[in-house]
């Protein structure tokens, strides 16, 4: 994939494709041919061994055979040698499998327990999806044709230990090394295999010398001696460290596997934390007597209701009950709250050895933005910028701008910031600064010189601030020119009209900014891939939004690179770590764990919000509280930003089903049980053997007639995790109905540890890239169905996030020391309150759907707390309804003068205090386990009731008119101008509709308070005993509300007149209805006189 290819704009609908060039053809490399001896299975290079000697299977005749070969024919076959019928004995780095446990000749810690799983899964991707490209190909010599589906097997497979031997023995004394070679020492890797024909030289392995082939494994060898040596001290301090931590460091999860934990490169990536027990035991065992209380509570309030305020009583039970029961749904699910550690050092110890090529993972990273006049340039930038200089092998980085609006604004700054990274990345990695967004960086209020040391920093500093701001200037210039649109549209600098003039009628474009070939730094470093997107648009065509855009990324990115994880991003989130990605592979990379794992949540964390964070826009309560309890039950929900994702996961492929392991027989038990369970046992092993052989042989049958595809799995292990079982075919017209149409990408959904297809050209890919993005290729497939990001809700992160859970996937919350992203959120009032409005309407829509949890997913992998956790996040936009109604309720008690609660007995005080008291200890020990502080928690409380009131209260009513009438009502918002400091937004007033309802309750809340104490005052001291209950039910509102209050009136009282007006008429009317209801007449004690209508004169 070449950088200077230029933009390549088409449409497969229409069959055009245009690529306009930036400095000519672009010269298309081949592939580089390998040199080696040929198999005589598949005809491919047979390779070399990590130690750089020819790789040779069987060591009694020499037969050429490729590891791939090797690899399948013990594993699949009948583990002997085409030639000389040897059985293959297991060779260094490779995994065992069955009838190798008599083997004792071979020392080899490093593999020994290494699983077939990976290695497996990705040679028959490989196989099948290449095959999907060519075609079947047949073999010569009478061999399974099922070897030879794959163009190119991978020689480097990625195992446990990466497949590299960590000993220190020499090369040459290995065993047997067959002296042949080829005819010129250079055997070319062919593209299409074919038939192997006799070969010009004869194999002859050379004659045993015992003075290397036995020093190789003999016990009495120096070797072996210094081997031992090495392996007996790491055990030491392996026991030393274990003993000094109490083994607690160890414990990983009670339902894994032991890992034989030899040195520090083998031991686990991460581990989990449990809270302490002196903190959540106390917080569960106030749990429970809070729902005791809440009992005995329920219990005296329905069975004493108030006659004389009847109504006021029962809608007062309703919206109590309603409250308990939301209050089950979001505690019960942080339950089993934990925290994680990750052990970045013992990821590079694993994939990255000194002298060897990283063995990390692949990551796509995608960014997405729509309108570049409502997210300014300047911020993808900074975004662009962060990602470019993470802390990764720059080749296995490939950045995606999906730009929805088709924007040349957006195109020509990422031109300008693929120029100025290539300043930047290597100033970023050259002194380790943090975080790597120059914005951000530069703005940082700190000692920059600390832990500085070269004396260069400040200088180059200095430059680097000057060029920044140059950048800057540029930006802003493209921002000013953007503002006015020529008549005639925009034109690029060859004078070629930018084929997105219209917004809702272009083709898709690509252009590769950074690539292989054209992305290098100011030091002659490579630098990762940036590619610019922007999907197909078309009228009468659903584009779904940003599930829509994301979606294109993913087949975009799966056609021109495919890595096997994707991290996506806001526009306006950058990096803040440049080791977030390292945080997520110790998750994913973890041989114990990341078989299971579907994606990494990050916590999203904010700059530019103000110090008391009035509007809870940090929302530390979710994010440190109810996080952490759904990681300890099966992981967090998706959110939107700041997430790592598994590619197969997205696919809508199961996740892997992990076998229980076999039960012991007990001693105690009879001889005829005993003989009966084996009995029973080798027939159950016989009958599953007996159908494998059977599912193989049809399969064959299958591929020969070109009917069957093999699925990207492996039968029967996964890494780290054994007895994990997948299917075995599928049909590949059920691929193609599911993926859509494009060979190249449904074969690239077969390679679960990702990787292209090496026969394809890089103009093919970009064609096919063409295709994958035009508007109509999701038609009748299951793209928003059951693949990729879900569709049918603007809230598509947590729709996505459900399904994957549904499927049996579980999630990790990841919350390293230092934030991994950090994004702008809206501190002002409306702002707020329309995102908050958006998830809302999101949740309603989920609700209303056939995805909503109470019913859908059933049978799955789903436990049972998390579906309590993603009940909670649908239906909680429907507690506005009780909560407006129980705000209004002091109101109405203190101008009617009657109360929701008779007068309480001895008996009765007891539960409603037993019950304020447990609300308060459940909040202290949450904050005490969570380390959140109580300013936080309040201002969560506060904006509970402030959006609850307002947001979702109109996230209910748009919902239900959009979703049963189909009417889509839109709440606008209008700007005005704030003053020019810090915090100025916080402080503008920006007029929407959603105000209305939390100002009316404050308003009649407050006539409420004045009236009753009016009322006191004109009827005695008898009437100040029971104002106080309702006093303090007003104040409970009033004192919610209050940071609303503050942004209604803004720091110079500029509460715009519309709002007053409103509010105040509500108010007024509200009121004077009640008094002419009840009108305000002073109590007597005396007996009631009546007017009889005679004249007593």
Known sequence: MEASAGLVAGSHNRNELVVIRRDGDPTMRTPRHLSGQICHICGDDVGLTTDGELFVACNECAFPICRTCYEYERREGNQVCPQCKTRFKRLKGCARVAGDDEEDDIDDLENEFNFEGRMGGNVQRHLAADRMIHGPINSGLGYDPDLTRAAHPFPNLPLLTNGEMVDDIPPDQHALVPSYMGADGTGGKRIHPLHFTDPSHPVQPRSMDPSKDLAAYGYGSVAWKERMESWKQKQERFHMMKNEKGGKDLDYDEDEPDLPLMDEARQPLSRKLPVSSSQINPYRMIIIIRLVVLGFFFHYRVTHPVNDAFALWLVSVICEIWFAISWILDQFPKWLPIERETYLDRLSLRYEKEGRPSQLCPVDIYVSTVDPLKEPPLVTANTVLSILAVDYPVDKISCYVSDDGAAMLTFEALSETSEFAKKWVPFCKKFSIEPRAPEWYFAQKMDYLKDKVQASFVKERRAMKREYEEFKVRINALVAKAQKVPEEGWTMQDGTLWPGNNVRDHPGMIQVFLGQSGGHDTDGNELPRLVYVSREKRPGFNHHKKAGAMNALVRVSAVLTNAPYMLNLDCDHYINNSKALREAMCFMMDPMLGKRVCYVQFPQRFDGIDRNDRYANRNTVFFDINMKGLDGIQGPIYVGTGCVFRRQALYGINAPKTKKPPTRTCNCLPKWVYCGCCCSGRSKKKTKSKNKSELKKRSLDNNRKGELLALPASEGIEEGTKGVEYESVIPQHKLEKKFGQSPVFVASTLLEDGGTLKSASPASLLKEAIHVISCGYEDKTEWGKEVGWIYGSVTEDILTGFKMHCHGWRSIYCIPPRPAFKGSAPINLSDRLHQVLRWALGSIEIFLSRHCPIWYGYGGGLKWLERLSYINATIYPWTSIPLLAYCTLPAVCLLTGKFITPELSNVASLWFISLFICIFATGILEMRWSGVGIDEWWRNEQFWV?????????????????????????????????????????????????????????????????????????????????????????????????????????????????????????????????????PFLAKSGGPVLEECGLDCN
């Open 946 to 1078: 402030i959006g609850g009131v307002s947001a979702h209260l109109f996230a209910v009513f748009q919902g239900l008119l959009k979703v049963l009438a189909g009417v889509d009502t839109n709440f606008t918002v209008t700007s005005k101008a704030g003053d020019d400091d810090e915090f100025s937004e916080l402080y503008a007033f920006k007029w929407t509709t959603l105000l209305i309802p939390p100002t009316t309750l404050l308003i009649i809340n407050i006539i409420g308070v004045v009236a009753g104490v009016s009322n006191a005052i004109n009827n005695g001291y008898d009437s100040w005993g029971p104002l106080f209950g309702k006093l303090f039910f007003a104040f409970w509102v009033i004192v919610h509300l209050y940071p609303f209050l503050k942004g209604l009136l803004g720091r110079q009282n500029r509460t715009p007149t519309i709002i007053i007006v409103w509010s105040i008429l509500l108010a007024s009317i509200f009121s004077l209805l009640w008094v002419r209801v009840d």
